[in-house]
């Protein structure tokens, strides 16, 4: 086997799951079975498909054979598999938002930055320690194709001003996602 096959790298499977119990962990059966470690798991299930499913976004890291083994995988179990390829996100950034992140619909914040910044949300912690009526704040870690970090930053800043959130950035810049 060359380098190249032996050589973990990152990738990104989207699905569409029935809205059923057991469904998310059903998918992540074959992700684990064939040596994949997952990364982060982007589940809205407040949104909807067309066919009226609901999207997931799982990141992970795999040997591309391996990640071949997953894709069939999760074929052969019948998953709807949306995209399965990989991601180039070499830079990441951390910041926080900080404003009424529950009453203006966080789900909706966390896709529209997905979207609009070609980002994927790889880790978030909110904090509401006066209940999701008040103020809230909520970290977020971005990763980023490399040179992308100002991009992304710059539809984060519009997104926050539109929902009337506060932007605390970079928390940190650069480095690998």
């Not at 995209?83 to 404003?99: C, K, M």
């Not at 896709?111 to 977020?140: F, K, M, N, Y």
């Not at 194709?145 to 710059?154: F, Q």
Request: net charge negative; proline share 4%; no cysteine.
């Amino acid at each position: 086997m060359s380098d190249s096959q032996d050589e973990v790298r990152a990738y990104t499977v989207r699905l569409e799951l029935v809205d059923e119990p057991g469904e998310l962990l059903r998918a992540l059966h074959p992700i684990a079975d064939n040596g994949g470690n997952l990364l982060s798991i982007f589940h809205e299930r407040g949104n909807m498909t067309p066919r009226g499913h609901i999207p997931v976004e799982v990141d992970l890291e795999a040997t591309p054979e391996r990640f071949e083994d997953i894709v069939e995988a999760l074929q052969a179990e019948n998953f709807n598999i949306i995209q399965a390829g990989a991601e180039r996100y070499s830079e990441a950034l951390t910041i926080v938002l900080s404003g009424h992140l529950v009453n203006t619909d966080l789900s909706h914040t966390l896709s529209h930055i997905q979207e609009a910044t070609e980002a994927t949300v790889t880790d978030l912690s909110l904090s509401a320690p006066e209940g999701t009526e008040d103020v809230s704040s909520a970290r977020l870690r971005l990763a980023t194709e490399a040179g992308n970090a100002d991009n992304a930053l710059a539809a984060v800043r519009e997104i926050a001003a539109e929902k009337e959130l506060t932007v605390v950035e970079p928390l940190t810049a650069g480095g690998d996602a």
